[in-house]
């Protein structure tokens, strides 16, 4: 398990070098969304790890770290298909903002890692 903190830096910079294109897994490796269809992951909520995936790099995070990257996209466990273009374009926007606030709002302070 890679320590919180790295967790943090590793999406900075993947951030910061314009990736964004983010997946999430549960740990057995079960397909659970990409950042336009964050809706899913209710559905596997009970799970305490995920594999996240940020432009091919992955890594395993806690959920609470996941929480605190997106918590207001846990959209009442429907599905994004459910969803217009317009709300999953949304979802996507909220999802980065999230991971900016989470890291500071200080990515170009950054060092490269």
Do not use: F, H, L
């Given at each position: 398990m890679i320590p919180e903190e790295q967790?943090?830096?590793i999406l900075a910079t993947l951030?910061?070098?314009g990736n964004k294109h983010i997946l999430l897994t549960n740990v057995t490796g079960r397909y659970v969304g990409n950042s336009g269809?964050?809706?899913k992951i209710l559905t596997e909520y009970a799970k305490k790890e995920w594999i996240v995936t940020v432009d091919g790099t992955s890594f395993i995070v806690k959920d609470e770290l996941l929480l605190r990257l997106c918590p207001e996209l846990y959209f009442e466990g429907r599905s994004m298909k459910n969803y217009s273009l317009e709300e999953r374009k949304e979802a996507r926007l909220k999802l980065l903002n999230g991971l900016y606030d989470v890291l500071g709002g200080s990515l170009s302070s950054m060092t490269d890692i």
């Open positions: 967790v943090q830096k951030i910061r070098q269809e964050i809706g």
